[in-house]
């Protein structure tokens, strides 16, 4: 059974930094493209971050683009999402992804909350 598990999250003040982890298990992800999402109450769940499996190719939301950094270790079927410079707006819960089909990802974790106090 394939399992992510998020962990990092947090309550930070503006302007402050958090790391999060995502822990994949059930099977190896070293081929497989990996990502972040975000989605705050009442809103849509959106797109934060992505990383190919070599870590070569990464692709960030235009509001996170220069602040958070998403990155991976394949020996440890591994995926981090560093954030700095945060602002009450990224508060969401933040969930790991795997294995893009489609529009979507075949695979979800459960999240982890972040929440930014002002």
């Known amino acids: 059974q394939v399992q992510l598990v998020e962990s990092g999250g947090g309550l930070v003040q503006a302007g402050g930094s958090l790391r999060l982890s995502c822990a994949a298990s059930?099977?190896?992800?070293?081929?497989?493209?990996m990502a972040w999402f975000r989605q705050a109450p009442g809103k849509e769940r959106e797109f934060v971050a992505s990383i190919n499996w070599s870590g070569t190719n990464k692709d960030y939301a235009d509001s996170v683009q220069g602040r958070f950094t998403i990155s991976r270790d394949n020996a440890k079927n591994t995926v981090y999402l560093q954030m700095n410079s945060l602002r009450p707006e990224d508060t969401s819960l933040y969930c790991c992804?795997?294995?893009?089909?489609?529009?979507?990802?075949?695979?979800w974790g459960r999240g982890t909350q972040v929440t930014i106090s002002t």
């Open positions: 059930g099977r190896t992800f070293s081929g497989v493209r």
């Open positions: 992804a795997a294995n893009p089909r489609g529009p979507t990802y075949q695979y």
